[in-house]
Every structure is written in C-alpha cells, then in structure tokens.
C-alpha cells in the first residue's frame, strides 16, 4: 500500500515530538566550562570507564539500560584544556546555570507552558557511555503548554532542562570513543502530547517549535545543534520512540515509513497466525558449512568461532518481505543480532547467495529439520557471540508472531528506522542529591519578540525589504545583527553583509565558519567610521577567515584595505583613464562602465564605490 493509500484518521495514527535544542549559553550547565566544540585532535589526553545499570529507588532496573550493559564495552574519553573535573565524574555538580535557566522560562512564556514552583534535578540512567557518570542530569522546569497548528491544537507536556550528551567520536577495538566537550552543554527538551494525527501535522508542530526556539536569539545553530525524536503508533501496532532525527523536513517522512513498517509487521503477524507459525530451539549448525565458500562464515570458523541456526516454522517467504524501503522483516532479527555483537544474520528467503550455495541450504535445511513452509536464520560469528546472537533473533522472531514490538529506534539517513533497545521504564529516573532545587521565577524574564513579529519591525523601522527582513530574522547572525544596529551601525550595511555577503563568499568556499562575531562587528564598525569602504568588507572577511587570529583592524591593515582619501582615489581613476585615453576619446561617457571596473580593481577595495564614480565622471568629462 503506498501513502496515498492510507487513511491515518481510520488507522488510528498517534504521534508525539520530543525537541533537543542546545542553548547558547557562556557555560555548561552544572560548571564553568565553555560550550564551544572542539576537534578531537585538540585533545590533551583520554581517560576510560565501565558503565554498568544501578537499581532505582524501589530497587528496580530499567530494561533499556539491561540490555546495553549485556554487550561488554569500553568507553574512551578525549579531554582538553578546558575539561574540569565535573565533567570527568570526579567532582559534585555545581549548581544549574542562571543563563540556561532563564532562557528555558523564556522558552515557556513562548510555548504558554506553566513554569513550576520548584525545580528539581533528576538523573536518568544511560549507560550507552554518552555521559561520564552513567546518567543524564533532567530537570522539569515548565508543564501544560500548547501551540497551534492548522490541523488543530498541539499540547505541550513538559518542558526540560537538561545536560548535553558526550560526543561520539568513533568505534574502537574494544568499544567506543567519546569527546567531552559537548558534554553538559545546557539543552532543553520540549515534549508534545500525543495529538498529532497526521505526518503533515508533525512537521508543522516542529516548525512552529523550531520557530519558537529560535525568537529567544539564544539557542545554537548548525548540524547536530537539534533534534527531534518521534513516538508514533498505529491502533493495531505500538508505540515506537524513534531517536535522532538530524533534519526537521525528514519528520514527515519518518513517520509514513513507520506507519508503513507498523502495517506490514501487523499483516506479518496475521499471516503467522493463520499458519499456526513459531520459533524453535537454537541450534549449533557449524559442520553444514565446513566447506563452504562464503567468506563471512569462512572468516567466523576460521577464527574458531560458530554457526548458530533457528528453525521459523512457518516463516517461509515472510521473513524477506519487505516492511520499509530497502529494509524486511530480517532486518528486523539482523538489528538485534547486531545489537549483541555480530555482523548480521542469513536467512533462507535470501539465500543461496553470500557464498552460501543451494546444496548447502538444503543441507541446513535438514538439519534443523524444516520444511518447505519454514525458514531457517544463522549467525556466524565467535561462539559466544553467535549464541548470544542467535537468541536475540529468536526473540524477535516471537515477537514478530504478536505484530509490532514497543522500542526505541534509530533514525536513518533514508527515512527509515532501525531498532536500538527497549523503551525505557520509570525505574529510569531518580533524584539528583548533589544539586539544590532551584525556585524559578519568570516574573523577572520577559518574553521574546516571535520571529514573524522581527520580519515585520525589520521592514518598518529598518526600512529593510521583504526577503532581506526575513532572512536576517531566521538567519543564525540574528543576535549580532541586533547588537551591532543597536550600536549605530547603518541596518542595510549590516543585513547586506550578515546574509549576501557571507552566502557569497561560502559559495566562493571561503571559511566562513572561522569568522566570529568580533570579526564582523570589527568591520562593520570599521565600515561605519569611514576606514574601510563598503567594497572592502568581502576581502576583509575573506582575510579574517584565512587567518582567524587576526583583528579587523589589523587585518586591513596587512591586506592594504584602509580607506584611502579623495587625493588617492583620484590618482589612481586619473592613471586608468590615461591609460585608455584613446577609448575616452572615442566613446566619451560610454566608456564609463569598463573603466569603473579597472578602476575598482586597481584600488583594491580602498575606496567607497560613489566616491570613484564621481571622481571617474569628472575625468572622462574633462577629456571627452
């Protein structure tokens, strides 16, 4: 059934948001480190951890943090100069940051939401080793919030405060490598109520709360800067969180795909049903494949490892079905075999293939004595692996008799999802005892201008037009834009350079992303006080990216950019026009163009734009 197909009023779609968005604040959210990234090769040096689940209050342990504490793993740490002790675990907690939490009452007042009268620090278990201390620091700062859509009204549960998570830098031999220095960077969470009922729906809702996010001038902007997790169910399917969806505009399509993927396993399951299908007993089936050519299972048993099979009564043919573009029910049983440490699964519906021939199908077929109506996955990998493997793969499989299991999944690229763990449970949370609680008061925070309402006041008090006010608004220069104007700096001159003249030069693959807000203050204000034309501030910035430790001021200076006097500018328009002397002579003011080029090149952005034209009028006169 393809999308257009769906009715998702009839399927009983159901569809929550949850909105990651880091603040843009000095310091992280319980020390004084900065928020600034840093690249893995600045570290100064590493240190490991072993993460292991601990037990709730009630003395119960989350499902979800069982299962990652099963795969043995260690988790490497890249610190640097700016690394304190909090952030290795080897120091208390200080207190919530001020900045975050005012910007987060900020955040409410936007989304109508009631800020609490008492905030206090929980901590969530993840040992999936993103945080040094086995858990996530959450505070619940605002509840009961709303904002409005086309298709109706979307409520907002809870708003959050919270710490950022460990960078991942790579896998390792012997697990995975993390960088500190987004660790604890101040985020929120802003979590809807389940009244989404349409895909389109969901991406407005996140539109609308990006927008939201984005009037305080207070969040970060960039790949990674924010995310959106989804739960979606269908009536006949369950709830599915799915994590880390990187891009806003892929919302939609996530969720069609998981409607998709949720009515495929539920007509699975039927047809399992009426099959009378089920799951077998694992089986060691490594002598079927002593000689075979497949190099995946060649390299497993020449390594002294082990195939380990289960028979799927009744699964024939259902197993390759495909659930999701490019993605099957045996994809499905691959994901949690990978999850304990194995490369994938084989499974009759797509073989003979992989090296693995016919008569060795029907020879693993015998062995775990299956019919034609029954399918059979392997594992190949070391024993203790495979075994752990193969297990997973049955219990996937018997879920696969009941229709759509509840899970977190990941986000892929293409829109579609894979499975990660359990959905956590409450035994997840617990308090914070190293952190006082915190009496918010949004009496003192006033409430930011929307986005929309900048677009207009741009156009009204800056004169700027339409498309130029919008795009400084939404831009990510928006704050500065705002400082420097307030500073005397002519609007147009300052939205002209923060949104045309940076797109060009990233366009020109200028290292645009070097150049601070000190760089383009410094040449705005330069520019303001008569010291660089308006036509130098594309080589100014093109020289502070090349070598960002530079001032404007300096940089000009070295790059000969300074604003020349009238006497200076007329020699140089002089010497072009004798030059082409025989041109003015012919042509008269039609030369004009041509030489108003030659002239702005000979004086290298030293001069404002009016000034040589003047000056270049006066001379063809004279010589016409």
Known sequence: MTDSEYDYDELGLVAGLEIHQQLDTATKLFCQCPTELREPEEAERTFTRYLHPTRSELGEIDEAALEESKVDREFEYLAYDTTCLVEEDDEPPHELDEEALETALEIAQLLDASPVDQAHVMRKIVVDGSNTTGFQRSTLIATDGEIETSEGAVGIEDLMLEEESAQRVEETDGGVRYSLDRLGIPLVEIGTSPDISTPEQALEAAERIGMLLRSTGKVKRGLGTIRQDVNVSIEEGARVEIKGVQSLDDIDDIIRNEVARQVELVAIAEELIERDASVGEPEDVTDVFEDTDSGVIQGALNSG?????????GFDGLVGREIAPDRRLGTEFSDHAKRHGAGGIFHTDELPAYGVTEEEVEALRDAVEVGPEDAVAIVADETDVAESAIEAVVERAETALEGVPEETRGANDDGTTRYLRPLPGAARMYPETDVPPVEPDPSEVPEPELLTEKVDRYQEEYDLDAGLAEQVAYGQHMPLFEDVVADGIDPTLA??????????LRRDDVAVENLTDDHLAE??????????????VPDLLTALANDPDRTAERAAEEAGLGGADEEEVREAVVEVVERNETQVEEEGMQAFSGLMGECMGALRGKADGDLVSQLLREEIQKRA
């Open 305 to 313: 490892g082990s195939v380990m099979g289960v028979p799927l009564y």
């Open 495 to 504: 939205a002209s350079t923060l949104e045309s003249t940076l797109t060009e």
């Open 523 to 536: 040449t705005l204000e330069m520019v303001e006080d008569g010291d660089l034309p308006n036509e130098g």
